[in-house]
Structure formats: structure tokens, C-alpha cells
């Protein structure tokens, strides 16, 4: 990917983000949780039955690039599970936690870019920023690390102002899923479940929109969220009619596949 020139002095990105230091015992921690998540994550989303579904002024592709992607926290396990090998550019958290998912999540074929909304932002911007600019497709777990839970953060309207790029929102609803008692009410999917994935129409943000407009198209990014959630799990267990038919795995891929991407 080539490189970018370095973000004005007066953007909300600046410097890259250090990486942080583990003890012996921390690595091997999360060598091993890594490769675990990384498995099961493999194993239960090969079960899945996953059907597509878009807004109205939704892309023409099924990942376009460059793009900025924006889901809710709860969705990671799904999402990573349908756009894996993708090389999809995630922003996560420059926390151990937040290492656990950054590591999962490259063995799936995703690249991670490590900072968030409370620690790196500024570093962790200007690496999604370098991704977008380089053509590449970006997402952002849009309420995390920490919530509030269903409160979309600004940096995805940030990135869309200062590269251009179009801002999209989706939701994976799963028909059954173990719901964790974390604060983002995460869902792990059953083996075999329904998953409806809804996309949003597209939303740009133009280069010289003042704070004001700014704010207007963070509130469409939200209203964007909350509409393929709200669609997705409504109809999900109408997954495998004529109206949400069941993709095939093999050919969703290739319709998703980056063009470095292997041959499945």
C-alpha cells in the first residue's frame, strides 16, 4: 500500500500509536486465546447461514473500497466471522483486552490498527486514515471499547471529511446466539443459526463541512446504525426465503475477495 502524506497540523490525526509492552506471561496468554478465538470463531461461523441484505443507495459492491464501515460492538464475533480474509483495516483498543481481538482478528486476515476512542485515538485515526487513502476498506466498532452501548462515536465522520470517502453502517442479527453479560451485550452465535446482515445507504461527509454539518452527519451515521439493527433483527428468521435467501460460502467470498486475497 503506498504512503500518505502526514495529516495537517490543524486535522484530528497526528502521530502513530506505540505498541504497547507485555510481560512473558502476557504473550503467552495471548498466544494462546488468540489461536483459540481465532478456531472457534472459524469453526461456529463455518455453521452459519448468512443472507445479504441492502439499503436503497447502498454501494454496488459487496465491500467497496476505499469505504468506511461503521457496526456496534456486539456484532464483532459474527462480522468477524463473514468478512474474514478480506483485508479489512479494524481500529481496535490499545488496551491487553483490546490485544486479545486485535490478535484474533489478524489471523482471520483483518488488519488491525491498534487505538481508540480513549487511548491512541489521535495515532489509531491516523492509521485508518493511511488505509483509506491507500484504497483500502476500514471499519470501526463504532460504540466501543466501552460503550455507551448503541451511542455512535464521531470518528468514522471524522475519517469521511478528511479523505472523502463514503461512510456505510451495518448490523449481523443472529436468529440464536449465547449473549455474553458484558456491557455491549455481545452475541456468540449458536452452531447452525440464521445471521441477516443489513447495509446501509451511503452517507458522505464533504471536505468543508463546518462543525454544525458535521454534527448532521453524525446523527444520519446514527440513525443509520439504528435502522439496519432494527430491520436485521426483525426479519432474521426470515433468512432462507425468496426475499433473504442463504448465500453460499464459497461464493460469497469471492464476490466480498480483496484483490490480494488467495484463492479459497
Given at each position: 500500500?503506498?504512503?500518505?502524506?502526514?495529516?495537517?497540523?490543524?486535522?484530528?490525526?497526528?502521530?502513530?500509536?506505540?505498541?504497547?509492552?507485555?510481560?512473558?506471561?502476557?504473550?503467552?496468554?495471548?498466544?494462546?486465546?488468540?489461536?483459540?478465538?481465532?478456531?472457534?470463531?472459524?469453526?461456529?461461523?463455518?455453521?452459519?447461514?448468512?443472507?445479504?441484505?441492502?439499503?436503497?443507495?447502498?454501494?454496488?459492491?459487496?465491500?467497496?473500497?476505499?469505504?468506511?464501515?461503521?457496526?456496534?460492538?456486539?456484532?464483532?464475533?459474527?462480522?468477524?466471522?463473514?468478512?474474514?480474509?478480506?483485508?479489512?483495516?479494524?481500529?481496535?483498543?490499545?488496551?491487553?483486552?483490546?490485544?486479545?481481538?486485535?490478535?484474533?482478528?489478524?489471523?482471520?486476515?483483518?488488519?488491525?490498527?491498534?487505538?481508540?476512542?480513549?487511548?491512541?485515538?489521535?495515532?489509531?485515526?491516523?492509521?485508518?486514515?493511511?488505509?483509506?487513502?491507500?484504497?483500502?476498506?476500514?471499519?470501526?466498532?463504532?460504540?466501543?471499547?466501552?460503550?455507551?452501548?448503541?451511542?455512535?462515536?464521531?470518528?468514522?465522520?471524522?475519517?469521511?471529511?478528511?479523505?472523502?470517502?463514503?461512510?456505510?453502517?451495518?448490523?449481523?442479527?443472529?436468529?440464536?446466539?449465547?449473549?455474553?453479560?458484558?456491557?455491549?451485550?455481545?452475541?456468540?452465535?449458536?452452531?447452525?443459526?440464521?445471521?441477516?446482515?443489513?447495509?446501509?445507504?451511503?452517507?458522505?461527509?464533504?471536505?468543508?463541512?463546518?462543525?454544525?454539518?458535521?454534527?448532521?452527519?453524525?446523527?444520519?451515521?446514527?440513525?443509520?446504525?439504528?435502522?439496519?439493527?432494527?430491520f436485521a433483527e426483525a426479519h432474521v428468521g426470515e433468512v432462507g426465503t425468496t426475499e433473504f435467501p442463504v448465500l453460499e460460502s464459497a461464493r460469497l467470498q469471492r464476490e466480498m475477495r480483496h484483490p490480494e486475497t488467495p484463492?479459497?
Open positions: 500500500m503506498r504512503p500518505v502524506d502526514p495529516a495537517p497540523s490543524n486535522s484530528n490525526v497526528g502521530a502513530p500509536v506505540r505498541r504497547l509492552r507485555f510481560s512473558l506471561r502476557q504473550r503467552f496468554a495471548l498466544g494462546v486465546v488468540s489461536f483459540v478465538g481465532y478456531f472457534v470463531i472459524r469453526a461456529l461461523g463455518a455453521t452459519l447461514r448468512f443472507a445479504w441484505s441492502e439499503e436503497e443507495g447502498a454501494t454496488p459492491e459487496r465491500i467497496a473500497r476505499p469505504a468506511i464501515y461503521s457496526f456496534w460492538h456486539q456484532c464483532i464475533f459474527p462480522a468477524a466471522a463473514l468478512f474474514r480474509r478480506q483485508g479489512i483495516a479494524v481500529m481496535t483498543s490499545l488496551s491487553f483486552d483490546g490485544e486479545f481481538i486485535a490478535q484474533i482478528i489478524e489471523r482471520l486476515g483483518f488488519r488491525a490498527v491498534r487505538g481508540s476512542s480513549s487511548r491512541g485515538a489521535v495515532g489509531a485515526l491516523l492509521g485508518m486514515r493511511r488505509e483509506v487513502e491507500g484504497g483500502e476498506a476500514v471499519a470501526f466498532t463504532i460504540d466501543g471499547p466501552r460503550g455507551p452501548r448503541y451511542v455512535a462515536k464521531p470518528g468514522p465522520v471524522l475519517l469521511a471529511k478528511a479523505t472523502g470517502a463514503p461512510v456505510a453502517a451495518f448490523h449481523i442479527a443472529l436468529e440464536k446466539a449465547w449473549v455474553l453479560k458484558s456491557w455491549d451485550a455481545t452475541r456468540i452465535p449458536k452452531p447452525f443459526s440464521r445471521a441477516l446482515l443489513r447495509v446501509s445507504r451511503v452517507v458522505h461527509v464533504p471536505a468543508d463541512a463546518d462543525e454544525s454539518a458535521t454534527k448532521v452527519h453524525h446523527a444520519e451515521l446514527q440513525c443509520a446504525l439504528e435502522r439496519v439493527r432494527d484463492g479459497l
